[in-house]
């Protein structure tokens, strides 16, 4: 491990939280310091080196240099904010809030704070495949693009309903928000920004109060 590693902590130990702490493990400049989740339980017994912090502000005022904010949609954008003011980078799981005031709120601490790093989980970007067809398009060799099309899907578990990723109060909205994200960051990848939206959501299987099928 490098003398100048990263000290991270993580706010949010479930699946997520778990999945970056694995990660932090493997990165020879990083040191999974801190973390803080209401049950920390599971991931104090398998991360017994990692101090747990009683609350989140606990964790960001903490002996770190970045937070990992991996918690429902509910409660990332005031740990965001309150981790860049706090002096802290940060990474975030997608999507960055629930609503348009979330994500103006997350850019003006940013703003506020212009040496720090903030980045999300927009993570397919980044695969193989997708960089390659990125310097394709980029070369022209395609000429002008028209359109893209993209489908992405997602299975539930037969307890779906009862999760954290079907109740609005804690997620903001359906599949789109949680994962359709991913594919509309692809088409900006490749495209820039959009000029105009045309979609339709519905409710077309399970018994929730978001959506599970999007079209845009």
């Known amino acids: 491990m490098s003398t100048n590693c990263v000290r991270v902590g993580i706010a949010g130990l479930g699946k997520m939280g778990m999945t970056r702490a694995r990660e932090l493990e493997r990165h020879p400049d990083a040191l999974l310091a801190a973390g803080y989740d209401p049950n920390p339980e599971a991931f104090a017994v398998q991360y017994p080196n990692v101090a747990i912090k009683e609350r989140v502000e606990d964790l960001i005022h903490s002996d770190i240099d970045a937070v990992f904010v991996c918690t ?24 960055p809030g629930r609503t348009l005031s979330d994500i103006k709120n997350i850019i003006a601490a940013e703003k506020r704070n212009p040496g720090l790093k903030l980045t999300f989980g927009f993570n397919h970007r980044y695969h193989g495949g997708i960089q390659e067809a990125k310097r394709i398009v980029d070369s022209g060799r395609l000429g002008d693009i028209l359109w893209l099309r993209g489908i992405y899907g997602k299975s539930g578990s037969t307890d779906f309903e009862s999760q954290w990723r079907s109740k609005k109060e804690l997620v903001g909205a359906g599949i789109l928000l949680d994962q359709g994200i991913h594919m509309l960051d692809l088409f900006r990848f490749f495209m820039g920004d959009f000029v105009e939206v045309k979609s339709m959501v519905s409710t077309a299987f399970w018994n929730i109060d978001v959506e599970d099928n999007a079209f845009a």
């Open 72 to 95: 429902p949609n509910r409660f990332t954008p005031e740990i965001v904010v309150s981790a860049l003011d706090a002096g802290k980078h940060v990474f975030c799981e997608k999507p």
